[in-house]
């Protein structure tokens, strides 16, 4: 129950004010004070037990303390208080002070008119009422708003730690990725001079290199698979296992077996999980031999570039990636070797379609394959490893600030 406290230094104007007021309000509590102390220490004893006052009434001339220092200090303790002043003798500073310093809600001139006193406290009782409800909604309000933080903090929080633990892991991935790529001593030990311009479009790449040795026979890969990040990532992984077992199981050499063997078998894999699935790579196989002085290449959907002589020369692969499925087709394919003699001095290039792919330049268009191969003539008789600043140079400038769109690897051989 909320109270109405009355203040007045004569008891019987406090009494009938007490009367009038129980008889308009019985539902709330009619508290009365003969002087401003003893007024604040009701409001001291009320509000200890946690009872909110509604308004209070106060005379304005008092022994002590006046009606306008009372109501400014109620308002202090009290805000919400609705404040009125009950008085013939209020001077216009008085109630000046009250208005600015305590919100004063009206006053009332004595003798009060019972009916205009009655319809002014109903007022007054009923904006405290819509305060106090506006107050609570607030208060809720707060309360809904500080939870909800309280959830987005937390699930952001969440979302943070499964971000970190994904990127973690992700880059936990690369490092597996890098270690099955040669090593650097490797294509040191087999090239003299090479390069290796090798740039993700995410964190880990489908693209791909491999290499082997077998006696006097350097067997070099180029793989492209579908997709990139994590899902390309994954398919690299399959190429280098199936490039092993062709090479270091079944003992194959030659490209265009190579090839087959690595289609068959991931052709295998597909038609056992899910038939017609376009999941694959693009490949190209070069056997180096050093006693012949030959290079033999057999390619799926995949070209590579050589330079002899000053002549710039292209070999491109069969139409169909490795791992392609349809009912049209056998699955055992077959691919072309090509042979050529590296008697004379040749640089030979392999490369994903990323790099001609990229948009860039003035007019936001693809590189293109004949763009590469005149970068290619440009620098082919420059040492490798200018050859590796050039070609990382002429990517950025023509990406500039655009998004890379795929992974992008390009090789340089000097056989």
Not at 46 to 59: H, T
Not at 152 to 173: C, F, G, M, N
Not at 207 to 219: E, L, S
Not at 272 to 282: C, E, I, L, R
Request: hydrophobic share 40%; proline share 4%.
């Amino acid at each position: 129950m909320h109270t109405i406290l009355c203040i007045d230094d004569e008891p019987i104007i406090l009494n009938s004010l007490k009367r009038e007021l129980m008889r308009a309000f019985p539902e709330y509590n009619i508290e009365v004070a003969e002087s401003a102390e003893e007024a604040l220490e009701v409001v001291a004893f009320l509000q200890s037990r946690g009872q909110a006052i509604a308004m209070a009434i106060s005379d304005y001339v008092m022994p002590q303390m006046k009606g306008d220092e009372l109501l400014i200090k109620l308002h202090q303790l009290s805000p919400d208080t609705i404040k009125i002043l009950l008085t013939g003798q209020a001077s216009v500073e008085g109630i000046t002070n009250i208005i600015n310093e305590a919100n004063l809600y009206r006053f009332i001139a004595k003798p009060w008119e019972p009916n205009d006193l009655r319809i002014t406290v109903e007022k007054g009782l009923k904006s405290f009422q819509q305060d106090l409800q506006l107050s609570l909604q607030n208060a809720q309000l707060r309360e809904l708003n500080h939870t909800l933080e309280q959830k987005v903090a937390e699930r952001t929080k969440t979302l943070e730690e499964q971000h970190k633990a994904i990127q973690d892991s992700i880059h936990y991935a690369k490092n597996i990725q890098r270690s099955i790529l040669p090593p650097t001593h490797l294509l040191e030990a087999s090239f003299k001079e090479h390069f290796v311009f090798y740039r993700p479009r995410d964190v880990v790449s489908g693209d791909f290199y491999w290499m082997a040795q077998r006696g006097h026979k350097t067997i070099f890969v180029a793989a492209d698979c579908t997709g990139h990040g994590v899902p390309g990532a994954f398919m690299s992984m399959i190429g280098v296992s199936l490039l092993n077992q062709a090479v270091h199981d079944a003992m194959l050499t030659q490209p265009e077996s190579i090839l087959s063997e690595v289609d068959y078998n991931l052709q295998t894999v597909w038609k056992y999980d899910h038939q017609f699935n376009k999941d694959g790579m693009d490949m190209m196989v070069c056997t180096i031999d050093t006693e012949a002085k030959t290079l033999s290449c057999a390619g799926a959907r995949s070209r590579m570039t050589y330079f002899q002589a000053g002549q710039i020369h292209t070999i491109k692969g069969e139409k169909s990636s490795i791992g392609d499925l349809s009912p049209e087709q056998e699955i055992r394919k077959h691919f072309t070797r090509h042979t050529i003699d590296i008697s004379s001095p040749t640089m030979l290039y392999l490369y994903s379609d990323g790099y001609q792919d990229q948009f860039g330049g003035a007019e936001d268009k693809k590189f293109l394959p004949s763009r590469l191969n005149a970068l290619f003539e440009a620098i082919h008789q420059q040492p490798t490893s200018e050859q590796q600043a050039v070609v990382a140079q002429t990517f950025e400038d023509w990406k500039g600030s655009r998004s890379q769109i795929d992974d992008v690897m390009v090789i340089g051989l000097r056989l």
